[in-house]
């Protein structure tokens, strides 16, 4: 299975604060790599995919970049909203593979 | 607007089967070449991909839990289902299903999830 690892596991950040989460994949996964927010208690939702690709309806702070192994998620001024836990997917090959997920809390 | 409810038992007892059943609403199940999967979550911990199935009913698994599950798919009622035999305490998770675009590659509707423990 390919291993996708995320850093930071959390991070502390304030409104209007830029924030970068990495994912890192074992193996070169070309730019099949999804992200997803995660609130307690809800379904994780598509915030942008095939790397860069912004999901309909998701605000343009965030953006996806990368290709090949390493990846980056940014969120250019984070919103209350925005609290949550993010998650990196591989799609390059099955089985699909989940990073551990970065929490984004309040400083 | 796709939308997506999952249904069935939320405790089963250990060495039973699981049996989860999705409602498609706002969509049919088999148009638009999609791709239905089930994805669950582990109290506190990250996702872990069960598998999808093609409208067409073709079906592509997680090895590490091929020997036990079966995804299926009814279109005469837009719903698609997961079974997991012999189910031991580590399948104990809140599991999803979701809407796979048809590319394979990510899932951009999904159920709000049910919580299935496995207990005697």
């Given amino acids: ?107 | 607007q796709v939308q997506l409810q999952e249904s069935g038992p939320g405790l089963v007892k250990p060495s039973q089967t699981l049996s989860l059943t999705c409602t498609v609403s706002g969509g049919s199940i088999s148009s638009g070449g999609y791709y239905w999967s089930w994805i669950r979550q582990h109290p506190g911990k990250g996702l872990e991909w069960i598998g999808y199935i093609y409208y067409s009913g073709s079906t592509y698994y997680n090895p590490s839990l091929k020997s036990r599950v079966t995804i299926s798919i009814d279109t005469s009622k837009n719903q698609f289902s997961v079974t997991l035999s012999s189910v031991t305490s580590a399948d104990t998770a809140v599991y999803y299903c979701a809407r796979v675009g048809s590319s394979g590659s990510w899932a951009d509707y999904w159920g709000q999830g049910t919580l299935v423990t496995v207990s005697s």
């Fill in chain 1, 1 to 107: 299975d390919i291993q996708m690892t995320q850093s930071p596991s959390s991070l502390s950040a304030s409104v209007g604060d830029r924030v970068t989460i990495t994912c890192r994949a074992s193996q070169s996964i070309t730019t099949y790599l999804n992200w997803y927010q995660q609130t307690p208690g809800k379904a994780p939702k598509l915030l942008i995919y095939a790397a860069s690709s912004l999901q309909s309806g998701v605000p343009s702070r965030f953006s996806g970049s990368g290709s090949g192994t390493d990846f980056t998620l940014t969120i250019s001024s984070l919103q209350p909203e925005d609290f949550a836990t993010y998650y990196c997917q591989q799609s390059y090959d099955i089985p699909w593979t989940f990073g551990q997920g970065t929490k984004v809390d309040v400083k």
